[in-house]
């Protein structure tokens, strides 16, 4: 055997054993979330309760005063304004709190709701986020366990284990916590498994929401959009409600809530669906100056889908394509904190030429496809300057649409 092929031998082995040994001293900690939903206060009782032989030294509770209300636990050290300072000191320890489950946005209607009928909310929001100091060796496994009124039936993007809680993950967290849409009540839901991601459409009974319809059409769709995002997760909750829940869409991990109202394609063209599942898929968000990139792509592939599983005409397509450069003439500054409609809609034709220079420099075997899918495949943060470095790539070569000067709207390509 080469000297080369024994040394690449022996360094695989040494990674191996460090792998198993690391694996071995691993220490676990248990975590149980609990929430009692209240519809007569408008309010979740929820606790926190961590057990096990070892446990994080020290947790930081980043709360919403407005929201997170009457802390309570013998080990809570200090709170000061939206932090909380949590010392366990032994082998079981918890804390208590009152979440008010209403919440409106700026138009006066809810992203968050509570009846003596259902609720829905975001878990992210019932528990806040927190940060634990700990060895790296001490992880977590936490359960979700939501009580609510007789009769009541609960969905969450989790497996539900038998005794009706929800086992929660969260690859590469040390400390899980759960994340996504829930929804609560007498409610109605439609499951299939798509293309390997278990889905499931739900929302309150009796109110006109199309569940099978929605269904069929991310039968149709979804399989064309995991060809560009194949890390789409392996479950998705799509809750459905009508007024006087927020008229729009709104993603999450592994879910998204949309308004009855909303039709699966839109009259431009586009879909507020697909939209919210791109947005789903990549897990990205942007800079000061940069949401329109996290906002462009996910209309644009939101358009795209629907051309490439032929629910659009390339006809119909190019029509939607100058009425959104049309609309992206009223803001011809795309560098903002906040991508509006008329920015969303012209960020959307830059991508487009984007990707027919990429595709032209490459002889067609590279698009923006490849960009998006490599910035899913990392999530987090995206820069302008990361993403005009993962485009120029793609393309081998510079990309006048990604100048500054011309995003800021102060010049042509």
Known sequence: ?????????????????????????????????????????????????LKGDQLPGRLTLHLNPERHKNLTGTEIVSIEGDKAIWEPAADSSSVSYD??????????????????????????????PIAAKAPKRLKSRAILEIEAPEGWNVLAPYNKTDNGTFKLKDPGRRFIRPKGWLIAGHIGSRQDVIDGTDTVIAGPLGKGIRRQDTLAFLSWTLPELKKVFPQFPKQLLVVIAGDPMWRGGLSGTRSLFMHADRPLISGNRTSSMLHELVHVATGIRGDKESDWIVEGIAEYYSLETLRRTGGISQRRYDEALAELADWGEESPNLLVKRSSGPITARAVVVLHEIDQEIQKSSDGKRSLDDVVTALAEERGKVTLDKFRSMAEEAAGGPLPQLERTFLSGKKKP
Request: hydrophobic fraction near 45%; charged fraction near 25%; include cysteine.
């Open 99 to 128: 979440f008010v489950i209403d919440e409106k946005k700026s138009s006066g209607r809810y992203d968050s709701r509570i009846t003596d009928k259902w609720s829905i909310l975001r878990s992210d929001k019932l528990i806040p």
């Open 1 to 49: 055997m080469p000297w080369i092929f024994r040394a690449l031998l022996s360094a695989a082995l040494l990674v191996s054993a460090a792998a198993c040994a690391a694996a071995k001293d691993t220490e676990y900690y248990n975590i149980l979330y609990k929430a009692r939903l209240d519809p007569a206060r408008g309010v979740a009782h929820v606790s926190i309760n």
